[in-house]
């Protein structure tokens, strides 16, 4: 009994691992999440150390999978919105967070490690700006501008997937890394985090991250906002003038969103159960479309979540996403409210990050975005498997040391 005992401590503490090493990984390659990912679900069916921690949001996200495969049913062109049924491969990224990440110890563990890895990300990013813009000082050419057509990248394949991982990350470590003693060694690294925020010239995750700043802020005593306030206001300052140089550049370029808008809600209009189909959003366009410059902007998706579900899937499906979200911020809110400061904080970051993600996603179709995707939920859904810290706090920090 004893030896089967400590071989199951072991296969939890290795799933643990590799959970951590899956959504380290998500920052650095999609490739490689997905591997390490397919083989920890293997490794946990094999297993299975440990029940299942099933979310609070596990029926709506069953009845948005439900509405998804409705809406390929009977799309004029189901094999062209089959990727849309293989993101659902990716949505156990939350059930290993809720089921691994079970002590404080393995919460300072995880947030260690993908803290350091988005901070490697940033520097990385930060050198990719500077190399750029002495390009950009010297041929002038709006494709060199860094700020604008060849922003900072890290190590994604494009800066709206980089920039909304950092942000996401971002969101998620200020409260913890601000309130709890144990997590402030990681102030700097998130520092550097919020510097690659702002050299990535997204908007959208400007927005985002702003928001999630705001949700933490209604938490954070005021000593430790105006701690925060002061240096990314200093920041700020200190680049006002790249700031104010992508802004006008976007005004002189012009905006295109209020077009998605309008075409997507036409899409709507016209199919509201099921949607034009998944990922048919692009062969519809130009039949929707009333301007005549196709050719100047990508259209691939309509820039932002709720359109795009809704337009694609339908109401029935938009709906089990927002009631998916709401279920979110509902868990927790509650859970904000525990005395352990621990449950606390990680629920404040998740609320932050859920809060980013939803700002962020009304300027940029991030539910989309693979690896946006794994790291939001493995982050909201790991206050999940702190449910026995609220009941038993000193039993759950004193579980198996990973």
């Known amino acids: 009994m004893i030896e089967s005992a400590t071989m199951t401590d072991q296969s939890d503490i290795w799933l643990f691992r590799l959970s951590v090493a899956t959504v380290a990984s998500v920052l650095v390659s999609i490739a490689a ?38 809406a390929l049913a009977v799309s004029p062109d189901p094999s062209s919105g089959i990727g849309a049924i293989k993101k659902f491969l990716l949505f156990p990224m939350g059930l290993l967070a809720a089921t691994f990440i079970t002590s404080e110890d393995r919460i300072r563990k995880t947030l260690t490690a993908v803290v350091a890895v988005a901070a490697v990300a940033g520097v990385v990013a930060i050198v990719q700006f500077g190399m750029q813009y002495l390009v950009y000082r010297s041929t002038g050419d709006l494709t060199d501008d860094p700020t604008i057509l060849a922003r900072a990248t890290g190590f994604m394949g494009h800066w709206m997937t980089f920039s909304g991982l950092e942000m996401l990350v971002w ?3 200020l409260p913890l890394t601000l309130s709890l003693r144990p997590l402030r060694r990681l102030l700097p690294f998130v520092g550097l985090i919020g510097v690659a ?20 802020a209604l938490y954070l005593p005021l000593r430790t906002l105006l701690r ?37 809600l036409r899409m709507i209009r016209d ?44 109401l029935l499906c938009l709906a089990a996403f927002v009631w998916l979200l709401a ?21 404040v970051g998740g609320l932050s990050v859920l809060g980013g993600f939803v700002v962020a996603g009304l300027f940029e179709y991030n539910f989309g975005d693979s690896e946006v995707l794994m790291l939001f939920l493995f982050l ?18 004193s579980g198996p040391i990973a």
């Open 271 to 314: 199919h509201p159960l099921f949607g034009v189909g998944p990922k048919r959003v692009y062969a519809e366009f130009p039949a929707y479309y009333l301007g005549n410059n196709l050719q100047n902007f990508y259209y691939g998706h309509l820039h932002n979540n709720f359109i795009q579900i809704g337009a694609e899937r339908g």
């Open 327 to 347: 279920q979110l911020a509902l868990d927790l809110r509650r859970r904000a409210r525990s005395p352990n400061p621990t449950v606390k904080w990680l629920a």
């Open 380 to 397: 909201v859904s790991m206050s999940y498997g702190l449910a026995q810290l609220e009941s038993d706090p000193v039993a759950a920090a």
């Open 197 to 216: 925020l702002l050299i990535s010239f997204t908007r959208s995750v400007w927005l985002g991250s702003a928001a999630g700043v705001a949700i933490a």
């Open 171 to 173: 969101c998620g470590a």
């Open 33 to 70: 999440a997905q591997i390490l990912l397919t083989i920890t679900l293997i490794a946990w069916a094999w297993l299975r150390p440990r029940r299942i921690q099933w979310p609070g949001y596990t029926l709506p996200l069953a009845v948005f999978m439900a509405t998804t495969i409705l």
């Open 228 to 264: 925060l306030l002061v240096p990314l206001v200093g920041v700020g300052i200190v680049a006002s003038g790249l700031i104010w140089h992508r802004l006008s550049m976007s005004f002189l370029l012009g905006g295109f969103r209020l077009e998605m808008l309008d075409v997507g």
